[in-house]
């Protein structure tokens, strides 16, 4: 075997584990099941942050400007997780399907949190979005970070 025809066959070899491990790596479990989006707990912390601070404007109308601030953010943050989780799946981001069914648990009407329960929430959700944004990479790393940071202003500035 001359030389050339060894480099040619120890690409094609490389080429073809390179392959093999891209498809290890497809996101799916051995019975061949999708595995679940992470972004989906952040995405229901998220939504359930969101009527928390909603619901605390009851129990806390001296905060409702505050309240109402926090409410926004976490629905926004919730649209944009379900826009990612979305696009990673395939589906068209702009389409009303697809920020609707992004989350496999439903949200359900929540007793007004006090401030201080609120708080909580949002710090355990803080805590999530950080050690989610450590395992994943690019955009999505960039986007739970972000949203971390947000929560800690939150906590700090809007609730203190």
Known sequence: MSRRTALRFGA???????????A????????????PDPLL??????????????????????????LAVIASER????????????RAAGEDPDSPSATTTASATPTTPVTPPSVEDLRAMLAESQ??????A????G?????????????????????R
């Open 12 to 22: 094609v070899v490389v080429g073809f584990a390179a392959a093999a491990g891209a």
């Open 24 to 35: 290890g790596c497809a996101g799916t479990d051995d019975d061949g099941t999708a595995e």
């Open 41 to 66: 707990a952040a995405l229901d912390a998220a939504r359930r942050d969101a009527q928390a601070a909603s619901a605390a404007a009851a129990v806390a109308p001296d905060r409702a400007a505050a």
């Open 75 to 86: 629905t926004a943050h919730a649209d944009a997780l379900a826009t990612e989780i979305a």
């Open 127 to 132: 805590r999530g979005a950080a050690s989610l």
């Open 134 to 137: 450590r395992t994943l990479d």
């Open 139 to 159: 955009y999505r790393a960039g986007l739970t970070g972000s949203i971390s940071a947000a929560l800690g202003t939150q906590q700090a500035v809007l609730l």
